[in-house]
């Protein structure tokens, strides 16, 4: 069964800096793109960056210059470096993967379980 695990969320204090991770298991087959969203209590899931297979990145407006996105494809793994966080920045991060295994030959979404990031001092 293929899952994302996120590893890596803590307490850090404005203007540090954290790495999240996400490990794909499981068969699978390709993944055509990678993204993390997060939800802060009471509000809506948001879109935070993505990555899509050729290695291109995009960002939401409020992480753009903070967070960087990037893969190791070997080991099927993603990554989150957040740097300057702010306290707006706390919420629950999920890792989303849109692929294919070897029980699924058409694309779907799977989701982390999420990792709590809280910047507080």
């Known amino acids: 069964q293929v899952q994302p695990v996120e590893s890596g969320g803590g307490l850090v204090q404005p203007g540090g800096s954290l790495r999240l991770s996400c490990a794909v298991t499981?068969?699978?087959?390709?993944?055509?793109?990678m993204a993390w969203y997060r939800q802060a209590p009471g509000k809506q899931r948001e879109l935070v960056a993505t990555i899509v297979s050729g290695g291109s990145t995009s960002y939401a407006d409020s992480v753009k210059g903070r967070f960087t996105n990037s893969r190791n494809n070997a080991n099927n793994t993603v990554y989150l470096q957040m740097n300057s966080l702010k306290p707006e920045d706390t919420a629950t991060y999920y890792c989303n993967g849109f692929m294919t295994t070897m029980e699924r030959r058409s694309a779907m979404d799977y989701w982390g379980k999420g990792t709590l990031v809280t910047v507080s001092s």
């Open positions: 499981g068969n699978i087959r390709s993944i055509y793109s």
